[in-house]
């Protein structure tokens, strides 16, 4: 099992920028594709940013491409998000999720992942 924990959220103003971070347990991180993920309320969770387990393919959701980047150090067992000119009207709770299948492509469906963190807010003040 697979344990994950999202820091780095918090009250930014609008057009700022916040990195957030995913550290999972175990000695496996580097063997899974990894995702972010974000959701209003009252809404599905929307894909962002997805990463292959040895970090050389990323993949962005439209909406957010050009203003996030996703990252991970294996060695640290650590996912990170850059999160670049937040608006106002951005989902406010980001979370991280593991992809265990043995296919190595990303993918967007959060149905596919298998773990989940518990999310961390982000709020961006007008």
């Known amino acids: 099992q697979v344990q994950l924990v999202e820091s780095g959220g918090g009250l930014v103003q609008a057009g700022g920028s916040l990195r957030l971070s995913c550290a999972a347990s175990?000695?496996?991180?580097?063997?899974?594709?990894m995702g972010w993920f974000r959701q209003a309320p009252g809404k599905e969770r929307e894909f962002v940013a997805g990463?292959?387990?040895?970090?050389?393919?990323?993949a962005y959701a439209d909406s957010v491409k050009g203003r996030v980047t996703i990252s991970r150090d294996n060695a640290k067992n650590t996912l990170y998000l850059e999160v670049n000119s937040l608006k106002p009207e951005d989902p406010p709770v980001y979370y991280c999720?593991?992809?265990?299948?043995?296919?190595?492509?990303?993918?967007?469906?959060?149905?596919?992942?298998?773990?989940w963190g518990q999310g961390t807010p982000v709020t961006v003040s007008s």
């Open positions: 175990g000695r496996t991180f580097s063997s899974y594709a």
């Open positions: 999720a593991v992809d265990r299948s043995p296919i190595a492509t990303i993918t967007r469906r959060g149905s596919l992942y298998d773990y």
């Open positions: 990463i292959q387990r040895g970090g050389s393919s990323t």
